[in-house]
Every structure is written in C-alpha cells, then in structure tokens.
C-alpha cells in the first residue's frame, strides 16, 4: 500500500496528498453540477416537470453560497482535518438522501444541504496553500485548483454516461460512495491542523474567538485588507465574464448556424480543460516572483478573447480559440489572486478565502443572469459588448490595483514594466 505522507524531506507537500487534495476539491465541487443535464429526466420521473426540476440549480447555488459565508471561515477555528473530513462525510449522506429521494421537495432539501457542505473543497484549498513550502505555494495551489475547475468542467459529462448507464439516480449513488471514501482519505492521510483565529477586531491575531465573532472577523478583512478588496472585486468580474460566456453559449450553439444537440454541446465544454490544466504553470510562474505579470497577463488576454468570440457566431474555429483564451485567462487571474491572499495572513487564510470565493459567487451569478437577459434583446453580439466590457472592468481594476500600492509603497511606477513588477511583499 502507497504511504502518502504530508510532506516531503525537504518541507513540501508531498505529491501522494497533493494528488488526493486535487481529486478531492474536483469530486466535492462536481456534485453541485450533476444534476444540470438531467433536469428533464428527473422532472419526468418524479412528476415534477422540468420548470420545477430546473429549481435543483438554484437550491444549489444557494446553498453553496451559504456555505461558503458559514462554514469555509471554520477552518481557522477548529481542527481542520476534522472539519475536511465531516463536511465530505455529510456530502456523502445528502447524496445518499437525495439517490433515494421519493418527491421532489427531498430532492431540492438535498440537494441545497449537499451544496452547502460541498463547500468542503473551498477548506481543502488553504489547506493546502497552508502546509505547501513558500517557495512552492503557487504551484500547489494551480495543481489543488486544477483539480476543482476539472470536476466542474467533467461533472456534465459524467452525469450523462452514468445516467444513461442507471438512470439518473445511479449519478447520486456513485457520487455519495466516493465522497464517502474520500472523507476516509482525508481522515487517513491528512495531518492534523488546528484553527488559530484571533479575536476578530483587526480580522486576525488574538486569542480564540467564538463562531459569531468569527463571522465578523470575516466580513472586517474586507475593511481591513485593501489587497483582499482588490481581488475580490477583480476576481468577481472575471468571474462573471467568464460565466456570461458559458451561460450563453449554449443558447448560441443550440441555435443557427450551429444546430447542435445538447450532448455536443456538453462535448464542446471540454474545451474548458485546456483553460484549467494552465493553472499550475500560473502558479509556477507566481512562486518565481512573477505573480503580477501572471494577473496583468490574464485581465488583457479576458479582454483579447471577446473579438475571436464575438467572431465566433460564425466560425467554429475563432469560437473554439476564443473559449480557450478567455479559460486560461481566467485561471490566471483566479490563480494569481489567490496566490497574493494567501500570503497576506496564514492564521486567516479561510476567512480570506471565504470572503474572495463569496465575491466570486456573486460575480459569477450575476454575469449569468446578465447573460440570460443581453441574450433575449441583443443575440450574440450584445453577449459579447457584455462579456468585453467586464473584461474591460477586469483590466481597470487590476491597474488601479497597482498604481494604488504603488503609491502607498511610496515608489509610483514610471513606467508600465515597474507597473506589473511591483511587488506583493508588504503590500
């Protein structure tokens, strides 16, 4: 039997755990999209009817969106293996309850408490940014988020096969057993890590806080780390830029010229891979000193594939390119910034990590619903002003950004070149 142990004899995180943290995050996240293709299958069995089955996605969203406020910031007051390991376990149950669901209203319970703990994958990140070597944080946090964006990514794609394999509860039953073999991982092969929160009056350091105060100290890092400010609204554009796009383009290949059908189109996502295995080359770069230069890169390179998108209406290939810049691009400032909070304060480093992912959720859905709406006035085109003025937003942000500590380091760039250089350290 392979060992795998926390840590390699030189300090870093060993590949054996940084492997089982990847399949984890990508295995938690997953089961928050596997119902999306099957909504017309479960309406029918369930005699709900898809309108109403439609309703899974949004039970999901709000319940991961709570979790994330309520229980990721957990991390940094209780033992975090123990903590890992539970929200897995309970996963695995909601699962269970929602396999064997006889109606539609313990479906939708379920499936909103199974988002809700799904938010496990969002501990295991810090958690391993906490235990990598500093010199190797950036790549262990690409690799970790590698695995997430691909469980996103493949989630559709799995759910169809085991489904034409059961039916759609043989989706749920698959998935809660792993995710209950995954709590034992995690339980086996994770080190223990106990939370040190402070008291929550400057966002960190003190002693031990209570779960309320924790809270608090959540929502005062926003007020207390200009960095996490930043990041958060620059993640969050991106963020909805990028889901714009894969909001609406499902309306656009269903439609002419394109014509697709709806398993070509769940195909096509994969396109999205190659956007997400870039993700550790990110991190290599920003754990070489050029995480600036990673995040400045990405913000233009959102902004430089709206054109080929936009020209996309009527070329496959111009399409194709323009998905995967604008994944990569994406990875790269999602990459980046996490790299820049991360090393803000370690004894915090899950309510950071609440508060940026939250901002994200936010921009995520509220780029869909613009999405759904420029779609039904404006076509294609009016997607694409949409998606490159966010983009746009994304770039202006991450400039104001580095002018703003720039100034404050007392050292304004003269020119763009010390612009992206200037440097994360005391910011």
């Known amino acids: ?101 006889p109606n539609g209203m313990v479906l939708l319970v379920s499936t909103a408490l199974t988002a809700l703990t799904s938010v496990g994958a969002q501990v295991v990140v810090p958690f391993a940014a906490t235990l990598a070597a500093p010199a190797e944080r950036g790549r262990v946090v690409g690799t970790v988020m590698t695995g997430l964006m691909l469980g996103l990514l493949l989630a559709r794609t799995a759910s169809g096969a085991l489904s034409e394999l059961g039916g759609w509860r043989t989706v749920y039953w698959v998935t809660a057993i792993l995710m209950a073999l995954m709590a ?60 714009v796009l894969w909001t609406a383009l499902t309306f656009l290949l269903a439609g002419s010229p394109y014509g697709w059908s709806e398993s070509a189109i769940g195909l096509f996502g994969l396109a999205g891979v190659v956007g997400a295995l870039t993700a550790t080359v990110a991190g290599r770069l920003a754990d070489r000193g050029y995480v600036q230069i990673v995040s400045g890169a990405g913000t233009v390179l959102l902004v430089a594939s709206w054109p080929a998108l936009a020209a996309g209406a009527h070329s496959l290939v111009l399409l194709l390119v323009g998905v995967i810049v604008l994944d990569l691009a994406h990875q790269a400032v999602l990459n980046s910034s996490q790299n820049v909070l991360y090393a803000l304060r370690p004894e915090a480093r899950n309510r950071i990590n609440s508060a940026f992912m939250t901002s994200l959720f936010v921009g995520g859905a509220v780029g869909s619903a613009l999405a759904s709406a420029v779609w039904a006035n404006s076509g294609w085109t009016g997607v694409c002003v949409l998606g490159a003025t966010l983009s746009a937003g994304t770039l202006m942000l991450w400039l104001l950004e580095r002018v703003t500590v720039a100034r404050a380091t007392g050292k304004p760039p003269k020119d763009v070149r010390n612009l992206v250089r200037t440097s994360t350290k005391g910011e």
């Open 184 to 243: 034992v991982l995690l339980r086996a092969f994770l080190p223990r890590l106990g939370g040190d929160s402070g008291d929550g009056r400057d966002g960190g350091g003190g002693g031990r806080q209570s779960y309320v105060g924790l809270l608090r100290s959540t929502a005062a890092m926003f007020r207390y780390e200009p960095l996490l400010r930043w990041r958060a609204g620059i993640g969050a554009l991106s963020l909805a830029s990028f889901s």
């Open 1 to 101: 039997m392979m060992v795998m142990r926390p840590h390699n004899t030189d300090g870093g995180l060993s590949r054996g755990l940084l492997l089982l943290m990847s399949v984890a995050t990508g295995l938690a996240v997953a089961g928050n999209y596997f119902a999306q293709p099957l909504l017309d299958l479960i309406g029918r069995e369930l005699g709900i009817g898809s309108s109403r089955a439609a309703l899974l996605v949004t039970a999901a969203q709000i319940g991961y969106a709570l979790g994330l406020v309520l229980l990721v910031p957990l991390g940094d007051l209780v033992e975090r293996r123990r903590l890992a390991m539970s929200l897995y376990g309970a996963t695995a149950v909601f699962l269970l309850v929602s396999a064997t669901a």
